[in-house]
């Protein structure tokens, strides 16, 4: 299998010189040199800013607009973003030296926050550029399973010790697998764009699966999984790995950052390793099930958690798996469904053929997890 490293795309002039503006506003040493766009993620855009110092060296930057639509408050994302990666750092001077080798790190901009607010054009902020790493789309061999899955139990642990509370729940629900099945039986129901009849095997496939969409919200309602602080957007190409030794250097994409589960980040993993095929992906032959990058991920994870998780929530990191792909099937076709108005599409099927592939794998988890919980349940045992 092949590697997807994210792609860096050439800008028209128009938008380097827009970048180049935007990059004046914040603390940054130099002159500008280059602009490019970073193609990956649905719903920010983000643009990575070259500058040269006097000496002659050059320093990337990461320029992003967050996405209003899709976060109604931004300036609460950037008080979580602060917050966090103001820990981490701590943390990581303090105390870890070892581990991350490169944090995130938020600049000044003018006016004296940490990001800048533009009349119609919104809210920017900027970050270092995590030198010498890349990501993947696509999970190549189990040693990147693993870094994935050691990078996001590491993250979690070093933020285990900060107040849930302290942090704003930016998307209220987000993970919130009831409402999300809800939903999207409300805009079938309602069918605002006539899509109905291009889905109705999908509708059917997700209304069978019912029953899982409150399995993990009435143990927490029961007080059975602890709120913590999560991710919550723990795909693959969240983490970056040093280019050399594919070692997992720190995560980024920290706009969800919030108090959730962590099976739902854990959920998230197993999503976006064990499959070969693209999260688009037309031909569902290629969209399996990879036993051995979900035994890596979840070796990964526990080396990095084990020390805060509880016997209840590795009970069902192998369950969390399934509902993930299910929960992001069920918002792709529920964004189909409104007429494409939350993701990034670029054909008018996208996010029904981002559903098809979320279903497949759903169906392969389904087949193998039985499988999975024995491999969890051992691997937990031994490093006991
Ligand atoms: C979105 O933009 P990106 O790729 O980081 C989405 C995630 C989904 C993901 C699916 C705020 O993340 O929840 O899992 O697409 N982010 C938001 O690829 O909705
Ligand atoms: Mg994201």
């Known amino acids: 299998m092949e590697?997807?490293?994210?792609?860096?795309?050439?800008v028209a002039d128009r938008v380097l010189a827009r970048i180049a503006?935007?990059?004046?506003?914040?603390?940054?040493?130099?002159?500008?040199?280059?602009?490019k766009e970073i193609q990956s993620g649905h719903i920010n855009t983000t643009y990575c800013a070259t500058y040269r110092k006097s000496d002659g060296t050059e320093d990337r930057y990461i320029l992003q607009k967050i996405n209003s639509n899709v976060f109604k408050d931004p300036r609460a994302v950037m008080r979580n973003v602060e917050k966090v990666t103001r820990h981490i750092n701590w943390k990581v001077l303090r105390r870890r030296t070892d581990s991350a080798g490169q944090t995130l790190n938020l600049y000044p901009a003018r006016g004296g926050r940490n990001y800048i607010e533009l009349p119609g054009d919104g809210i920017w902020r900027c970050y270092n550029?995590?030198?010498?790493?890349?990501?993947?789309?696509i999970a190549e061999n189990t040693r990147q399973a693993y870094q994935a899955g050691y990078a996001f139990g590491s993250f979690q642990d070093l933020i285990s010790d900060m107040n849930p509370s302290d942090l704003v729940e930016t998307i209220p629900g987000f993970h919130d697998t009831r409402k999300r099945f809800d939903r999207l039986m409300e805009v079938a129901r309602l069918d605002p764009v006539a899509r109905l009849e291009s889905c109705r095997e999908e509708l059917d496939f997700i209304r069978q699966r019912e029953k899982d969409v409150d399995v993990l919200l009435d143990l927490q309602k029961a007080g059975r999984l602890p709120v913590r602080i999560t991710h919550n957007d723990t795909k693959i190409n969240n983490v970056m790995l040093d280019e050399e030794t594919d070692q997992a250097?720190?995560?980024?994409?920290?706009?969800?950052?919030?108090p959730g589960?962590?099976?739902?980040?854990?959920?998230?993993?197993?999503?976006t390793v064990t499959t070969p095929a693209a999260e688009d992906e037309e031909d569902l032959s290629k969209v399996r099930f990879r036993i051995s990058m979900f035994q890596s991920i979840i070796e990964g994870y526990l080396d990095a958690a084990s020390g805060f998780l509880t016997q209840e929530e590795i009970d069902f990191l192998a369950f969390s798996g399934k509902l993930i792909t299910l929960e992001i099937g069920i918002r792709f076709l529920t964004d189909y469904l409104e007429g494409d108005v939350y993701f990034k599409t670029s054909k008018p099927d996208h996010n029904l053929i981002r559903c098809r592939t979320q279903l497949k794998?759903?169906?392969?988890l389904e087949a193998q997890m039985e499988e999975m919980e024995k491999f969890v349940q051992k691997r937990a045992k031994a490093i006991k």
């Open 261 to 271: 589960l962590v099976l739902y980040d854990v959920g998230d993993m197993v999503r």
């Open 129 to 137: 550029y995590i030198e010498g790493t890349h990501t993947y789309d």
């Open 21 to 35: 503006e935007i990059g004046d506003m914040f603390a940054i040493e130099g002159e500008f040199v280059d602009g």
């Open 3 to 10: 590697s997807v490293p994210t792609n860096q795309t050439k």
């Open 361 to 364: 794998l759903v169906s392969c």
């Open 249 to 258: 250097v720190c995560v980024i994409d920290l706009d969800t950052v919030m």
